[in-house]
């Protein structure tokens, strides 16, 4: 049960707003053992699986099209007041931080043992 | 000790959630699944600190039907991340104390408080201080850093006890900061910092501000005086404005151009001497000695000449032993920085690519990142980010990403950098240990 995120079920806006040829996007898709990988870092900063909460903010169960917009406003655009993440996701392609907006999103904030039952 | 042969095979409630956790793992074929308390698989780690602690965690995450011995001498693992602030007089040791109860409880770790004392890498087994052998399929080394006792002549083990190095946190910590608050007013704080390669860069200028953080308010008329083998030194910038700022003229660094680097200690008189001869004395004397890998990645063969451990970068296998893997301050991973940080982001993936070799699996990619906080002041704090994926055959920091804080950045982004120290503080001991924010429950 490989889970894959094809791009052709993220919102068509968010595309528009990157600008990258669709064709570019589309081979784009990371395996649960890829994306384990991937966001083994935020959870330096976020907490295991991103749900710690305190001065850095809680990332798991946030809607993906909030976070993918943060993630890629982090990395192209000047957010106020951003001290450490404009650095940190101009390391990510924008189809790295689109798949781990939704990974991030996909975890249950509620339901902290999910992956071991 | 009884609470280790409880957790000899899985328990019911393991294997329930072994098996529960197997039908949402990739399909794999074949592969060797937990089956009525068989294991997928041995992997025995050597060291609880953020390297081994967060590997062992990771490996069942990846797959709990490995079984995950953890190989730790001590039941309370300190940090030297915010050691410094407990030097400083801002943190207990309580807070900087982490235990390894998540491990056992919540992932079904096996952890032996013994010293691992021999790798045979032939047999695939490693020999404990209890005499005990275990037998693995892959083997994690995660054992920090050794001090060079002798390579500053007079400076040994013994003389640690009267200078202390304080750079693995416990005892010496402790020793250290007792030193500092006996010390007059009017003293002098002496540190010798090290030439590269050494654990946590930016470490010794973090303590050197701390300290003078701790002078400034207890002992007004004392300095801070660093005796350094180089001549430029991690976020050198944001740390000098941060001192003048902050502590005026307390601190003094003196690099290697200018006799900075010392080449004997006398531990017993508190003088170090510089390589042309000029004598310091000093009133709390810490040295910081160069270092290598710790003892056990040498039993198992696995550094080379320069005391440090080479590892092939996509998966952090020693490049010299197979089977082994290797994480944290004891390997070669530059540009990754010797940090705590970056050894959790590297056992991760040495988790994530035993776990696929088990099943016969390709390794994911390798990616890692780094945030380094350094707190110059209680409320100031600066950092140093970098991103790291293999390009070429080597790890390269992916271009236009990571870096300093930037150097005319205001004093509230200070405040909130040091916010958010404590922050990644306490995130990064709950990933690795599962601490409980706010530090141990003891």
Redesign the interface.
């Given at each position: 049960m490989k889970r894959v995120f094809p791009i052709a079920s993220l919102p068509l806006v968010s595309l528009l707003l990157v600008g990258l040829p669709l064709t570019a996007q589309a081979e784009e898709t990371f395996s649960d053992a890829q994306l384990e990988v991937m966001a083994g870092g935020c959870a330096n900063c976020h907490g295991t699986d991103g749900r710690l909460a305190g001065s850095v903010p809680t990332i798991a169960g946030r809607p993906a099209d909030v976070l993918t917009s943060r993630l890629l406003d982090f990395k192209h655009e000047e957010v106020g007041e951003t001290t450490i993440m404009d650095r940190i996701a101009k390391g990510f392609t924008d189809a790295e931080l689109e798949a781990l907006a939704r990974h991030f999103a996909g975890i249950d904030l509620e339901n902290d043992n999910e992956r071991e039952e | 000790m009884n609470h280790r042969h409880n957790r000899n095979g899985l328990t019911r409630r393991q294997l329930i959630?072994g098996l529960?956790?197997a039908s949402?793992?990739?399909?794999v074929g074949s592969a060797p699944f937990a089956i009525g308390g068989q294991h997928a698989g041995r992997v025995i780690v050597v060291g609880g600190g953020f390297g081994g602690a967060t590997a062992a965690k990771?490996l069942k995450?990846?797959n709990?039907a490995i079984d995950v011995i953890l190989v730790e001498p001590n039941e309370t693992f300190y940090t030297c991340p915010f050691s410094n602030l407990h030097l400083g007089g801002l943190r207990e040791m309580d807070a900087i104390a982490h235990g390894y109860d998540e491990l056992e409880e919540?992932y079904g770790v096996r952890v032996i408080h013994a010293m691992a004392e021999d790798v045979d890498a032939e047999a695939h087994k490693v020999t404990l201080s209890t005499g005990r052998e275990l037998d693995y399929d892959r083997l994690v080394l995660s054992p920090g850093v050794d001090m060079r006792w002798n390579a500053l002549e007079g400076y040994d083990e013994e003389a640690a006890e009267k200078a202390p190095h304080a750079w693995k946190a416990g005892a010496q910590t402790e020793l250290l900061r007792s030193q500092l608050e006996a010390m007059d007013d009017g003293g002098t704080f002496v540190m010798v910092a090290p030439d590269n390669p050494f654990r946590c860069p930016p470490g010794p200028y973090e303590r050197a501000s701390l300290v003078a953080n701790y002078l400034a308010q207890h002992k007004p008329k004392s300095k801070v005086l660093i005796l350094d083998a180089k001549d430029n030194f991690s976020k050198q910038g944001l740390f000098t404005a941060g001192w003048e700022r902050l502590y005026g003229d307390r601190i003094e660094w003196v690099g290697l151009s200018n006799d900075g680097r010392v080449t004997r200690v006398d531990a017993d008189r508190l003088e170090v001497e510089t390589e042309f001869g000029t004598v310091h004395r000093a009133d709390v004397l810490n040295v910081i000695p160069p270092q290598k890998a710790g003892w056990i990645a040498e039993r198992a063969g696995v550094t080379d000449d320069s005391g440090w451990v080479p590892v092939k970068p996509e998966t952090f296998e020693s490049r010299q032993v197979d089977d082994i893997y290797v994480v944290g301050d004891a390997t070669v991973a530059a540009p990754m920085p010797k940090s705590g940080?970056c050894a959790?982001?590297q056992a991760?993936?040495v988790a994530?690519a035993i776990?696929?070799s088990l099943e016969s699996?390709p390794a994911?990619?390798?990616?890692?990142?780094n945030?380094c906080y350094s707190l110059v002041g209680p409320e100031y704090g600066i950092?140093v980010?970098?991103?790291?994926r293999v390009q070429d055959g080597v790890i390269a920091e992916?271009e236009?990403?990571?870096?300093l804080?930037p150097a005319d950045a205001p004093d509230a982004?200070r405040a909130?950098?040091a916010?958010?120290a404590?922050?990644?503080y306490?995130?990064?001991c709950?990933?690795t240990w599962g601490t409980p924010?706010g530090g141990r429950v003891t």
């Open positions: - | 959630k529960g956790a949402l793992l990739p399909l990771y995450r990846a709990p919540r940080f959790n982001a991760k993936v994530a776990a696929a699996r994911p990619e390798a990616y890692w990142t945030t950092s980010a970098g991103v790291y992916v236009g990403a990571g870096g804080s982004t909130l950098e916010e958010y404590v922050g990644w306490n995130a990064i709950q990933d924010l």
